[in-house]
């Protein structure tokens, strides 16, 4: 349990660090209307992960209670949607790009935005549902705490990255426009770790 529990926490450290939409929305508005705004926003894009959470620790659990077969099935499509990701990450230009222009809001309005980008945002239900199974650690346990605490450790993990990425927004920027190599080594990391969980997956 603790070997697999640190696996995903290792896994979601990575990812979290890789140039994507949330944390360069995080960035962003750090820079524009300073560090208390980017966790904020923060606050809000990881508040919208517990209803995600819920709903696929009582739907996993409901499958796994009905067909473990089903499960597997599922693992499956989860595996190769991960694979599907580590190809679009593969396509996609690794320079890091952001806008220092971004309209000034307040802290509320970041948190609700935030709140909302993750509850609209389909690909977040389904990135869950392909990564999240592979490291469920004893399918005859309860599920649903093992879910909870897998997601509490998503979470908390993506949190602490994002907010230290507010914090520390201005060193950041200027440590990417000079180094323009670092979006290729954080590129190459998240391929490595779709590639990785989604072989987990499939080997027995």
Known sequence: MFEI????????????????PDNI???????????????????????GCIVHTTFLAFGISAVITTSETLFYAIKVIGAAYLLYLAFKV?????????????PKKSNWSLFK?????????????????AFFPAFIWDNEG?????????????????FITFSTIALLAGSISGYLKRNKN???????????????IAVFILVP
């Open 25 to 47: 929305y995080v960035l962003t508005q750090s820079l524009v209307n300073g560090v208390k705004s980017g966790i904020a926003t923060t606050s809000g894009l990881i508040s």
């Open 142 to 158: 309860n599920t649903v705490i093992q879910i909870y605490i897998l997601g509490i450790t998503f979470m908390v993990v993506s």
């Open 5 to 20: 529990i640190l696996s995903f926490t290792l896994a979601t450290l990575i990812l979290a660090l890789s140039p994507g």
């Open 90 to 102: 593969f396509k996609s230009d690794a320079q890091v790009t952001f806008s220092e222009n971004a």
């Open 113 to 129: 935005q935030g709140v909302i980008m993750n509850l609209v945002n389909p690909k977040v239900m389904i990135f869950f549902l």
């Open 182 to 196: 670092i979006g290729i080594i954080l590129k190459w990391l998240q391929i490595i770790v779709f590639i990785g």
